[in-house]
């Protein structure tokens, strides 16, 4: 409870663990309001109903809230002058010059705030992916503070978790990115790290996964534990297996 | 979707271009009510205005990078780099027959082409007219060709929205050299652009008009001119699919034996990763391009065999360095940035 994981990816594509938390928290019964900023809808459902979960049936019982990056977005530019119902549009940044992310973080601490008839276990706040929301015009400090703005809200005051996925390169050249990106290792429980191999492609194990416990920030004195495997990704699952011992090689 | 890059010289990428958009007419012409572009057969020199236009291709890139080729024969050139970004957003009902051939020696027949039902957008055309429209921070040009693109995906029904505009083919949307001072961004002459956020908001709305409507759409964009690589890291991760050309014309590859079957390699960075945790990723990463008279190909490179009797130093280093590229694989699956030396 009350845990902030951080996923993050290098060089190859980390939404499998998205996909993976998403069905994870909904299976388990909690209340999960999804920040999809990169891919649609249709996108998640299908991959969901592949991992045996109906994204449909699970908002129209409220249990998941779902908030499409891109569709907002098109509301936002194209979308009639007059506003509904004094709501004000969560990528809202977007079109203001002052890029400050209160819209979304408002639609957020709404969404996961448990009202009377809830019935679900802990709230739960997944993010995908956080680096767009530099592309879209956020400076790394509004993004920093919406995260820290949602911790309190979430982690703290609503004994919930939150899983963000960034991306990352070690030599990338995008420096505000590194810089969110840093700054929220330091802050994380739980980091999993997805990479790709350093020796290249290989068709039978598709990369590699860190798993970093932050023992380190409980101030016990230990260090942190590391944990690494090597997956495959297939249709419907994903295969984790120790360092070198891939069903190939077997 | 291929995107082509053409080192400096737009050559290849406007033939890649044009084959998306021929594709569009003849598809269109078999399958579909085209509403979807194409695009000229192409002459590969003559790019100006009798070319025929596919929704949405911006006329006034293509004029301007034809006047470029002209000049760039002469004047000095810049290391290659590649012109890339491609983004495609490929809709459920595209056809199942996969493509078609095309010569690229013949322009394709007027009454073939006049057959489609093409839109276009030309840049200073548009310029002209000034309606008021919300641009949300972006550079009113891409703001204009954005909302230009929505009115054409509602009035046409490709969105779905309205019930009587059922449409039964999808819009293929061509945009070339998005990016370049052409359209009044910055980024590709200044390094600490004036407006970093206005290509990235472009992608993203684009993205977000694509996959709620039948379209499909080629960028191209002249990566090599563009100085803040940030963007460019930012915009592969916005686009499902990115490739880079990188043509030999002028870069020191041309004279090598390694490649002289060739006029280019393909860079394929990423593929797209939809309705699925995983992507097809092909066996082959290596491919290359060439221009043949009558044709385009691309295909896996091959080395040519190391018949050479002396065992030159200079040939073997080179063969290290081309096989170094050949490891890079693309960014949807595992990128090795190390190479292991045999």
Same mark, same amino acid.
């Given at each position: 409870?009350?845990?902030?994981?951080?996923?993050?990816?290098?060089?190859?594509?980390?939404?499998?663990?998205?996909?993976?938390?998403?069905?994870?928290?909904?299976?388990?019964?909690?209340?999960?309001?999804?920040?999809?900023?990169?891919?649609?809808?249709?996108?998640?459902?299908?991959?969901?109903?592949?991992?045996?979960?109906?994204? *449909?049936?699970?908002?129209?019982?409220?249990?998941? #809230?779902? @908030?499409?990056?891109?569709? /907002?977005? =098109?509301?936002? +530019?194209?979308?009639?002058?007059?506003?509904?119902?004094?709501?004000?549009?969560?990528?809202?940044?977007?079109?203001?010059?002052?890029?400050?992310?209160?819209?979304?973080?408002?639609?957020?601490?709404?969404?996961?705030?448990? *009202?009377?008839?809830?019935?679900?276990?802990?709230? #739960?706040? @997944?993010?995908?992916?956080? /680096?767009? =929301?530099?592309? +879209?015009?956020?400076?790394?400090?509004?993004?920093?503070?919406?995260?820290?703005?949602?911790?309190?809200?979430?982690?703290?005051?609503?004994?919930?978790?939150?899983?963000?996925?960034?991306?990352?390169?070690?030599?990338?050249?995008?420096?505000?990115?590194?810089?969110?990106?840093?700054?929220?290792?330091?802050?994380?429980?739980?980091? =999993?790290?997805?990479?790709?191999?350093?020796?290249?492609?290989?068709?039978?194990?598709?990369?590699?996964?860190?798993?970093?416990?932050?023992?380190?920030?409980?101030?016990?004195?230990?260090?942190?534990?590391?944990?690494?495997?090597?997956?495959?990704?297939?249709?419907?699952?994903?295969?984790?297996?120790?360092?070198?011992?891939?069903?190939?090689?077997? | 979707?291929?995107?082509?890059?053409?080192?400096?010289?737009?050559?290849?990428?406007?033939?890649?271009?044009?084959?998306?958009?021929?594709?569009?007419?003849?598809?269109?012409?078999?399958?579909?009510?085209?509403?979807?572009?194409?695009?000229?057969?192409?002459?590969?020199?003559?790019?100006?205005?009798?070319?025929?236009?596919?929704?949405?291709?911006?006329?006034?890139?293509?004029?301007?990078?034809?006047?470029?080729?002209?000049?760039?024969?002469?004047?000095?050139?810049?290391?290659?780099?590649?012109?890339?970004?491609?983004?495609?957003?490929?809709?459920?009902?595209?056809?199942?027959?996969?493509?078609?051939?095309?010569?690229?020696?013949?322009?394709?027949?007027?009454?073939?082409?006049?057959?489609?039902?093409?839109?276009?957008?030309?840049?200073?055309?548009?310029?002209?007219?000034?309606?008021?429209?919300?641009?949300?921070?972006?550079?009113?040009?891409?703001?204009?060709?954005?909302?230009?693109?929505?009115?054409?995906?509602?009035?046409?029904?490709?969105?779905?929205?309205?019930?009587?505009?059922?449409?039964?083919?999808?819009?293929?949307?061509?945009?070339?050299?998005?990016?370049?001072?052409?359209?009044?961004?910055?980024?590709?002459?200044?390094?600490?652009?004036?407006?970093?956020?206005?290509?990235?908001?472009?992608?993203?709305?684009?993205?977000?008009?694509?996959?709620?409507?039948?379209?499909?759409?080629?960028?191209?964009?002249?990566?090599?001119?563009?100085?803040?690589?940030?963007?460019?890291?930012?915009?592969?991760?916005?686009?499902?699919?990115?490739?880079?050309?990188?043509?030999?014309?002028?870069?020191?590859?041309?004279?090598?034996?390694?490649?002289?079957?060739?006029?280019?390699?393909?860079?394929?960075?990423?593929?797209?990763?939809?309705?699925?945790?995983?992507?097809?990723?092909?066996?082959?990463?290596?491919?290359?391009?060439?221009?043949?008279?009558?044709?385009?190909?691309?295909?896996?490179?091959?080395?040519?065999?190391?018949?050479?009797?002396?065992?030159?130093?200079?040939?073997?280093?080179?063969?290290?360095?081309?096989?170094?590229?050949?490891?890079?694989?693309?960014?949807?699956?595992?990128?090795?940035?190390?190479?292991?030396?045999?």
């Amino acid at each position: 409870q009350g845990k902030f994981t951080l996923l993050r990816d290098t060089r190859t594509d980390g939404s499998f663990l998205v996909h993976h938390f998403l069905s994870f928290y909904l299976r388990a019964g909690c209340k999960v309001c999804f920040v999809a900023l990169l891919q649609s809808f249709s996108h998640y459902n299908i991959v969901a109903q592949k991992l045996g979960v109906s994204l *449909t049936a699970a908002k129209e019982r409220g249990q998941l #809230v779902f @908030l499409e990056g891109l569709k /907002s977005c =098109l509301d936002l +530019l194209f979308g009639e002058e007059e506003e509904q119902s004094g709501q004000p549009s969560p990528l809202q940044f977007m079109s203001e010059s002052a890029s400050n992310l209160k819209a979304l973080f408002d639609f957020v601490r709404t969404s996961l705030t448990p *009202t009377g008839s809830d019935s679900w276990k802990g709230p #739960v706040l @997944l993010v995908d992916d956080l /680096s767009v =929301l530099l592309s +879209l015009g956020a400076t790394p400090v509004a993004v920093l503070d919406f995260i820290h703005y949602c911790r309190v809200a979430v982690c703290s005051q609503l004994k919930g978790n939150i899983v963000v996925l960034v991306h990352s390169n070690e030599d990338s050249e995008d420096e505000e990115n590194e810089l969110v990106v840093n700054s929220l290792c330091h802050h994380s429980d739980l980091i =999993l790290w997805v990479e790709g191999l350093a020796t290249g492609f290989c068709k039978d194990v598709h990369g590699q996964i860190k798993i970093i416990r932050r023992v380190s920030l409980e101030l016990t004195a230990e260090q942190d534990h590391i944990q690494i495997y090597q997956y495959k990704i297939q249709d419907k699952n994903v295969t984790f297996f120790a360092r070198g011992l891939s069903a190939a090689v077997l | 979707l291929v995107f082509t890059e053409e080192d400096k010289y737009g050559l290849y990428s406007n033939l890649l271009f044009k084959y998306f958009l021929a594709e569009g007419v003849v598809c269109g012409h078999h399958l579909f009510v085209a509403s979807a572009k194409d695009h000229p057969d192409n002459i590969l020199k003559e790019l100006p205005a009798p070319l025929l236009d596919d929704t949405h291709r911006n006329e006034l890139g293509e004029e301007a990078t034809a006047v470029k080729s002209e000049d760039f024969q002469d004047s000095m050139k810049i290391a290659w780099r590649y012109q890339n970004l491609p983004k495609i957003e490929a809709s459920p009902t595209t056809s199942t027959k996969f493509g078609h051939y095309y010569d690229v020696s013949k322009t394709m027949s007027p009454e073939l082409s006049q057959s489609t039902k093409w839109h276009s957008f030309y840049l200073p055309e548009e310029l002209s007219s000034q309606p008021k429209m919300k641009t949300c921070n972006m550079n009113s040009a891409y703001a204009r060709l954005l909302h230009s693109i929505q009115r054409i995906i509602y009035q046409e029904g490709f969105d779905g929205s309205d019930p009587q505009k059922k449409q039964k083919t999808i819009l293929r949307i061509g945009i070339q050299s998005l990016g370049s001072m052409l359209w009044g961004d910055d980024i590709c002459s200044n390094d600490t652009p004036e407006d970093i956020h206005s290509l990235t908001k472009f992608l993203y709305v684009l993205r977000g008009l694509l996959r709620k409507s039948l379209s499909a759409c080629i960028i191209t964009v002249p990566a090599h001119l563009i100085q803040n690589k940030a963007i460019m890291e930012r915009v592969t991760n916005l686009s499902d699919t990115v490739v880079g050309l990188e043509s030999f014309i002028g870069s020191e590859r041309e004279t090598n034996p390694l490649y002289k079957d060739y006029h280019g390699l393909v860079h394929v960075h990423q593929i797209p990763r939809l309705n699925s945790l995983i992507c097809d990723v092909s066996d082959t990463k290596d491919l290359a391009f060439r221009l043949k008279r009558k044709l385009f190909t691309i295909e896996r490179l091959h080395l040519p065999p190391d018949l050479s009797d002396t065992v030159s130093r200079a040939s073997k280093q080179d063969l290290a360095e081309s096989a170094k590229l050949l490891s890079s694989g693309c960014g949807a699956m595992a990128i090795g940035k190390k190479h292991l030396d045999f």
